[in-house]
Nanobody, 121 residues
Framework: QVQLVESGGGLVQAGESLRLSCVASENIFSINGMGWYRQAPGKQREWVAGIATGRIAEYADSVKGRFTISRDNAKNTVYLQMNSLKPQDTAVYYC???????????????WGQGTQVTVSS
C-alpha cells in the first residue's frame, strides 16, 4: 500500500520557487518526524530538511535560508517550500518518515516514490 506520496516537482529557472508536498497515511504521520532528502545523478542521497512532531525543524547548510519545511497535521502533509532555486538543487526529492528530524537514511522507516526537480540556469 502507498504510504507517502509526493507532488509538486517540475522544471523551473534559477531564482524561481517550487513547493513540494508529501501526503502520508495518518498512522505514519501522527507518530513520526518527516524529512526531505534529495539525490542528484551520480551522487548519494542527502538529507535536506527535517521537522519533528513538535514542529522543530532543521536544514542542511546548502539550503538554509532558502528552503522551509512545514507540516499540516490536519492534512497529514509535509511541505518543502523552495525559494531562490539554483541549478545545483536539481535532483529527485524524496519524502521520508522516521524518528526526530529523520537526519540520516538509517533512521528512515518509510520513503516516498520521489519527485523530480530540475532547475535550469
Amino acid at each position: 500500500q502507498v504510504q507517502l506520496v509526493e507532488s509538486g516537482g517540475g522544471l523551473v529557472q534559477a531564482g524561481e520557487s517550487l513547493r513540494l508536498s508529501c501526503v502520508a497515511s495518518e498512522n505514519i504521520f501522527s507518530i513520526n518526524g518527516m524529512g526531505w532528502y534529495r539525490q542528484a545523478p551520480g551522487k548519494q542521497r542527502e538529507w535536506v530538511a527535517g521537522i519533528a512532531t513538535g514542529r522543530i525543524a532543521e536544514y542542511a547548510d546548502s539550503v538554509k535560508g532558502r528552503f522551509t519545511i512545514s507540516r499540516d497535521n490536519a492534512k497529514n502533509t509535509v511541505y518543502l517550500q523552495m525559494n531562490s532555486l539554483k541549478p545545483q538543487d536539481t535532483a529527485v526529492y524524496y519524502c521520508a518518515a522516521g524518528p526526530g528530524m529523520v537526519l540520516t537514511t538509517a533512521l528512515v522507516r518509510y520513503w516516498g516514490q520521489g519527485t523530480q526537480v530540475t532547475v535550469s540556469s
